[in-house]
C-alpha cells in the first residue's frame, strides 16, 4: 500500500518489557513519522525523522525512543512498555509535495 | 500552544443527508490544512487546502479554507453508508511536515 509497511501489526506485551515496532518505505522519502492514535485525542506526534540519523521528538515522546540508520526504516522503541502505552501507533511518510502523509496501516499495541 | 479543533465530535444522519464538518484551528506558522478520511485502517488523503476562499472538490466532498477566520469545513453531500468514517482535519505548521490533529469527527450514515 504505497510502499510502506508497519509491523508488527498486532502485539501484546507485558508491563516493564522493551518493545520495537517497525516502519519500512520503499519510497525513498526523506520525513518519516511516528503517531499514536488514542479516543478522544485523535493522532498525536512521538518522533519523526527528516534523514538519516536525524530525529526529534514531538508532543508525546516521554517513554519513547527511534532510530532511523537507513532511509528506508524507521524503528519506535518503548524502552519499559506502561499500560498508558496501549494504543494504535501508526507510522507515516511524507514526500511533501502535494499530498501530505501517506500511513502505514497501523499496529495495535496492548499492554499488559 | 498549536492547536486544532474539530466540531461535532460525533454526527449520525441517515442516507441522502448534507453533512458539514468543521476544523478551527490556532498555530504559529501556518502552511496548509489536509483532511483525512479514516475507516478501520491507516487515514487516507482526502484535500490538501493553503489558499483562502478556493474550494477543492471530489465528487460528493468539498472543502474550503477560512485563513482569516482559521477553520475550515468539509461538505459531504447525498451521504452514502460508505462515507461512514471518522474525518480527521491536521494543520501543518513548520517546515519538516509535522501534522497537528484535531480529535476527529466520527461520522455514521444510516440506511
Same mark, same amino acid.
Given at each position: 500500500?504505497?510502499?510502506?509497511? *508497519? ?29 499514536? *492514535? ?35 526504516? /524507521? ?14 501507533? /501508526? ?22 | 500552544?498549536? $492547536? ?36 478501520? $485502517? ?13 474550494? $477543492? ?43 497537528? /490533529? ?10
Amino acid at each position: 500500500d504505497a510502499g510502506i509497511t *508497519q509491523s508488527p501489526r498486532h502485539k501484546v506485551t507485558e508491563t516493564g518489557t522493551p518493545v520495537t515496532l517497525r516502519c519500512h518505505q520503499t519510497e525513498n522519502h526523506r520525513y518519516m513519522y511516528w503517531y499514536r *492514535q488514542d479516543p478522544g485525542h485523535g493522532l498525536r506526534l512521538i518522533h519523526y525523522s527528516y534523514g538519516v540519523k536525524d530525529t526529534d521528538k514531538g508532543e508525546v515522546s516521554d517513554g519513547y525512543s527511534v532510530s532511523r540508520s537507513k532511509t528506508e526504516d /524507521f524503528l519506535l522503541t518503548l524502552e519499559s512498555a506502561t499500560s498508558s502505552q496501549t494504543s494504535v501507533y /501508526f507510522c507515516a511518510i511524507s514526500s511533501w509535495d502535494s499530498y501530505g502523509y501517506t500511513f502505514g496501516s497501523g499496529t495495535r499495541l496492548t499492554v499488559v | 500552544e498549536d $492547536k486544532v479543533v474539530q466540531s461535532p465530535l460525533s454526527l449520525v444522519v441517515h442516507e441522502g443527508d448534507t453533512v458539514t464538518l468543521n476544523c478551527s484551528y490556532e498555530v504559529t506558522n501556518f502552511r496548509s490544512l489536509l483532511w483525512y478520511k479514516q475507516e478501520k $485502517k491507516a487515514p487516507t488523503f482526502l484535500f490538501m487546502l493553503t489558499s483562502s476562499g478556493i474550494e $477543492k472538490k471530489s465528487g460528493r466532498l468539498s472543502s474550503i479554507l477560512d485563513k482569516k477566520e482559521l477553520f475550515s469545513i468539509l461538505n459531504i453531500t447525498a451521504t452514502q453508508t460508505g462515507d461512514s468514517a471518522v474525518y480527521l482535519c491536521a494543520v501543518d505548521s513548520s517546515n519538516t511536515g509535522k501534522l497537528i /490533529f484535531g480529535q476527529g469527527t466520527t461520522l455514521q450514515v444510516k440506511p
